[in-house]
């Protein structure tokens, strides 16, 4: 039986230049990153947009919040799974710490979209 091989239209998200790129999935996995020579920053892909795929499938790739359990520079961290929810209010707690220990200016967000930087 022959695998179901097909090209879609995708840009790579790794980098701030978002590559224009054809992913190319064979049977619901992502198995490839080409260069779209169409868009008009995908003549050509880096060596971390072709690597993607492996990022995607890495089978060591977290896929759930893990929460330390021992101190850091201890040789087993101690790596427990946490809810999304658990992680949320973990990391809500410490930014409001921090906020009133070194006030709200001491951290921020940052996020891309549409090849633009944003900030809020």
């Not at 799974?81 to 006030?103: F, Q």
């Not at 200016?105 to 090849?115: P, V």
Request: a positive charge; glycine letters at 6%; one cysteine or more.
């Amino acid at each position: 039986m022959s695998a179901e091989r097909r090209r879609v239209a995708a840009f790579c998200p790794l980098c701030v230049s978002r590559c224009g790129c054809e992913a190319v999935v064979e049977d619901g996995r992502l198995v490839a990153i080409e260069p779209d020579p169409l868009h008009p920053t995908g003549r050509a892909l880096c060596a971390k947009g072709r690597a993607s795929p492996e990022l995607v499938e890495a089978t060591d790739r977290l896929l759930y919040p893990m929460r330390r359990t021992r101190p850091k520079g201890d040789p087993d961290p101690g790596w427990q799974r946490i809810t999304w929810d658990e992680a949320l209010n973990e990391t809500a707690r410490a930014m409001r710490r921090i906020a009133a220990e070194s006030g709200p200016e001491s951290s921020g967000l940052r996020r891309y979209d549409d090849c633009r930087n944003r900030y809020f």
